[in-house]
């Protein structure tokens, strides 16, 4: 059995140091052999950093993802080119930087990592995630002999990532939606195989708005002038996935929420 941790969206500073810091041991306790995880924010809540991305690959993510937020940060787009483990969305157009999927040995054989972006409510639009991601899962199957693939759905509608993943049901291992912060309590398993949860939830301070001060929010929401979003502080909520894959077949055989506070003592 694959047990892989899905880590939901990663909020600035103190997302990131929770996340480095707690992810050795629990991967211990849980007995983790893969770990993904959303990084569009981890740089400020606005996108990633070569340096940021290093961090968190160094701290034992085998995968970082991204969505809507990969570009924000100007320096990290000669960085795609040289790191396959740093995925944007899949369905941006051929020839955008970077790449959307990766195939990674373990010793519990090959699995793949797909990105992709959703397009209702979603800026910019992009190539339709339904077309490119299934003809991608099979092609990681087919061509770089993936035992299993991972789907990370960076969308803001609940219907459109269901509807993703009953349309990869049993032809994926596992479908968990990203960016609206907010963990979902819909976890199953579809009835071809495919581990599914609408939103991982973010790995972010738990007193905001999604991650973010929540004076500046309120503000915003009253006056509707432009304001900045600071990054909120205090206890982090670690929120996203658990899922156990059978190797053999690249089904789900369960998935479980995963959610725990971290509370920095430094």
């Known amino acids: 059995m694959l047990r892989i941790l ?8 103190p997302g990131r140091k929770a996340v480095i810091a707690r992810l050795p041991e629990l991967r211990r306790e ?4 893969f770990v993904i995880a959303n990084g569009e924010n981890a740089a400020g809540g606005r996108g990633i950093t070569p340096k940021i991305c290093i961090d968190l690959l160094r701290a034992g993510i085998a995968v970082v993802t991204l969505g ?6 100007a320096e990290i787009v000669p960085f795609m080119e040289t790191e396959p483990r740093l995925l944007r969305p899949i369905n941006y157009p051929e020839g955008t930087p970077g790449q959307g999927s990766v195939v990674l040995e373990t010793a519990k054989g090959k699995v793949g990592v797909i990105n992709a972006q959703g397009r209702t409510f979603m800026q910019p639009p992009l190539e339709n995630p339904f077309l490119v991601v299934a003809e991608e899962a099979d092609r990681l199957k087919a061509e770089e002999g993936a035992d299993v693939v991972f789907v990370d759905f960076h969308a803001e509608t609940t219907s459109e990532k269901i509807a993703l993943g009953r ?3 049993g032809r994926v291992g596992a479908v968990v939606g990203t960016h609206t912060h907010v963990q979902t309590a819909d976890e199953q398993v579809f009835p071809g195989g495919t581990g599914f949860l609408c939103d991982a939830g973010m790995c972010g301070p738990l007193e905001s708005v999604l991650g973010r001060q929540i004076e500046a929010i309120v503000e915003r929401f009253q006056t509707s002038l432009p304001r900045r979003f600071p990054v909120a502080r205090g206890t ?6 658990i899922v156990d894959l059978d190797e053999a077949t690249g089904k789900a055989v369960g998935i479980e929420r995963f959610a725990e506070d971290f509370v920095d003592e430094g």
Request: glycine letters at 14%; aromatic letters at 8%; hydrophobic letters at 45%.
């Open 30 to 33: 849980r007995e983790i052999d």
């Open 167 to 169: 349309a990869l049901d």
């Open 6 to 13: 899905f880590l939901g969206d990663i909020v600035g500073e």
């Open 236 to 241: 982090v909520g670690l929120r996203g996935a």
């Open 68 to 73: 809507d937020h990969a570009w924000d940060q």
